[in-house]
């Protein structure tokens, strides 16, 4: 019997995997592949995807199958694949970043693709306003979203899942140079992190003794109590849908519903990233405010450095970039806190910090990360108000009360004498009220359109048509 390819993206599980359950129910013995592509880039995120690829070609083999590996053109090597195999058809989840989507588009003009939804519980062109048009804004979003209905209970691995006999050529694991040598630099990431869908479902057993805390102390980086779920999710070896059902089932147990409801609605957050992404595809790169592309912005490179290392002399903000640098993770509060920081008290574009991410965080997802530096950046659709600048050390005060965090993560603070500590890079003050005046300056500036238009990209050279009143004063 012929073929059909399964080809993994962001779904590296076997377990409640639509797309992979239809190529299943074809009755057709399945050919499984992953192709590394230019979009797995980011250090730690390659990490990631070299174990997570290497536990789910061990999972495949169990069962009697091997797990084909490839790197460069998807279109390429698929279409190769299908003529050196003779299979019938591909089927793959769907992708929603915007390279994704193009590879998606090209394939289908030459092969018989079946793409399934199955990476978030609401389809980004399911949702629209009352109006019509779409959602800037997180709330109404979210209840438009859960309005659509609890999310279809997770399916088991397919009982009938067959591997085809046929070995097409596969480029060794190793070979694809996703693990850093020389250095290794990957001991701290090892050391936090089981990737594949094992961990992940580890991961989602513990989060039963978390729920309780997680409403009061999801924004403690002190206390362990979030659901260290994101990275398992971006790479798909857990689906939002099991993550849902988990949580509903914990619910049932638990003495309140607040954490439940409160980790659910962050999985709305996620939703509303990718819903952000597909509809507004500059968002990696460009404002969605477009008055910030006249943001006096300042690229001084020795803050940079000073930020990416943990040396800015704000101990909090060094104690995130140090725990980022050695685990590939930052707690919540804390990126914000520290992008806050690279944005406002240093004034480096956002960009900047959001390439930083995207090389050093293990789950790094240009959708929740690009949405989410701009929200901080306040050039977002829905974004925290820019002349909203956090102070680091209240910040610290309120959410690392005992200062817990700063001393793991920054350990020569916890000495006596700190010695070797930098002092602070900028005056807090200084740098609060220089933030407030670039602000000012681009507040009432009017470009020609004042907001870009879902799938617009906003143009950089769009001179600004009527100039704020307070820059003019
Ligand atoms: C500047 C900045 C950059 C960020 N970059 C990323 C990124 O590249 N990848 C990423 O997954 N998250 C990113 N986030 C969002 C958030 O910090 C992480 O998702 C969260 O810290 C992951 O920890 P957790 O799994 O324990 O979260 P939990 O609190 O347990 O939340 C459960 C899940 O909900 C989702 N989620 C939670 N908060 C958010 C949020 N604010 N936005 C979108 N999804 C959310 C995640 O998938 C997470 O695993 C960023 C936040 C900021 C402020």
């Given at each position: 019997m012929r073929p059909v390819l399964y080809w993994f993206r962001?779904?590296?599980?076997?377990?409640?995997?639509r797309a992979l359950s239809a190529a299943v129910e074809t009755g057709s013995p399945v050919i499984p592949v992953y192709i590394v592509d230019s979009?797995?880039?980011?250090g730690a995120s390659r990490w990631w995807l070299h174990n997570s690829l290497d536990a789910l070609g061990r999972e495949i083999k169990s069962r009697g199958g091997e797990l084909v590996l490839r790197e460069g053109s998807p279109e390429r090597h698929l279409l190769e694949l299908k003529e050196e195999t003779g299979a019938l058809a591909v089927y793959c989840q769907e992708r929603y970043e915007p390279e994704s989507r193009a590879q998606a588009s090209r394939l289908a003009e030459s092969i018989d693709l079946h793409a399934f939804?199955?990476?978030?519980?609401?389809?980004?062109?399911?949702l629209t306003t009352q109006s019509g048009t779409y959602f800037r804004v997180f709330t109404p979003f979210w209840k438009t979203a859960t309005a659509?209905?609890?999310?279809?209970l997770p399916l088991p691995?397919?009982?009938?899942?067959r591997f085809a006999d046929c070995r097409p050529h596969s480029v060794p694991?190793?070979?694809?140079?996703l693990h850093p040598n020389r250095?290794?630099?990957s001991g701290g990431l090892r050391a936090s992190w089981s990737p594949g869908e094992a961990g992940a479902a580890d991961l989602a057993d513990r989060l039963e003794s978390k729920l309780a805390d997680y409403a009061q102390g999801?924004?403690?980086?002190?206390?362990?109590?979030?659901?260290?779920?994101s990275p398992h999710l971006h790479f798909g070896e857990i689906s939002c849908r099991q993550v849902w059902h988990t949580v509903k089932q914990m619910e049932l147990h638990a003495r309140s519903t607040a954490g439940a409801e409160a980790l659910l609605r962050q999985l709305y957050w996620r939703e509303f990233s990718a819903y952000l992404l597909y509809h507004y595809p500059q968002l990696p790169t460009s404002p969605?405010?477009?008055?910030?592309?006249?943001f006096p912005w300042s690229d001084n490179a020795e803050h940079l450095q000073a930020w990416q290392t943990g040396r800015t002399g704000f101990p909090i903000v060094d104690a995130g970039m140090r725990q980022l640098w050695q685990t590939g993770w930052m707690h919540n509060r804390v990126r914000m806190i520290v992008a806050s920081f690279l944005v406002?008290?240093?004034?480096?574009?956002?960009q900047r910090g959001a390439e930083w991410f995207l090389d050093t965080?293990?789950?790094?997802?240009l959708a929740n990360n690009s949405a989410s530096w701009q929200w901080v950046a306040g050039c977002?659709?829905?974004?925290?108000?820019?002349?909203?600048?956090?102070n680091p050390s209240l910040q610290a005060e309120k959410f690392d009360p005992n200062g817990d965090y700063v001393r793991r993560w920054v350990?020569?603070?916890?000495?006596?004498t700190a010695t070797g500590y930098p002092d602070p890079i900028v005056d807090h003050r200084v740098a609060r009220q220089r933030a407030l005046e670039a602000y000012d300056s681009i507040k009432g500036i009017r470009t020609s359109r004042s907001v870009p238009q879902p799938g617009e990209s906003s143009n950089?050279?769009?001179?600004?048509?009527a100039v704020a009143t307070n820059a003019a004063k």
């Open positions: 962001r779904d590296l599980r076997l377990a409640d995997n979009q797995d880039v980011g939804d199955d990476n978030l519980a609401a389809r980004p062109t399911a659509l209905g609890t999310p279809d691995v397919p009982a009938q899942l694991l190793d070979d694809l140079a250095p290794d630099w999801r924004d403690r980086p002190d206390l362990d109590v979030t659901s260290r779920l969605l405010r477009p008055e910030f592309e006249y406002k008290d240093l004034m480096i574009p956002w965080l293990v789950d790094a997802d977002g659709t829905d974004a925290a108000p820019y002349f909203r600048i956090f350990p020569e603070l916890a000495q006596k950089r050279n769009d001179p600004p048509c």
